[in-house]
């Protein structure tokens, strides 16, 4: 079991910055991958941002250049450095966390609201 606890969203003006934050607790060492995504009233949930370990970071084009993706896995959180913000960036961003033993099993966090405005 898996446990996640997102935080450090907020309000921020266009071309501003943020960081949002995932705290995992449980059974941590059973963590593989670690994703981002985000959902907008109204719209689908997508991918933003993916990183595991012996791969490179994955990036939706949408924000390519702008995210960071990082993993600190001695203290268990993942964060999403979010510079250059837009208006379209809006949404409840959650962090998800794939098993090591079996990717279809993904625990989910409560989500936490990014509201940039213009």
């Known amino acids: 079991q898996v446990q996640l606890v997102e935080s450090g969203g907020g309000l921020v003006q266009a071309g501003g910055s943020l960081r949002v934050s995932c705290a995992a607790s449980g059974s941590t060492f059973s963590i593989n991958a670690m994703v981002w995504y985000r959902q907008a009233p109204g719209k689908e949930r997508e991918l933003v941002a993916a990183?595991?370990?012996?791969?490179?970071?994955y990036y939706a084009d949408s924000v390519k250049g702008r995210f960071t993706i990082s993993r600190d896995n001695a203290k268990n959180t993942l964060s999403l450095q979010m510079n250059s913000l837009k208006p379209e960036d809006t949404a409840m961003y959650y962090c998800a966390a794939y098993s090591a033993y079996d990717p279809k099993i993904r625990y989910w966090g409560q989500g936490t609201q990014v509201t940039v405005s213009s």
């Open positions: 990183i595991s370990s012996g791969a490179s970071p």
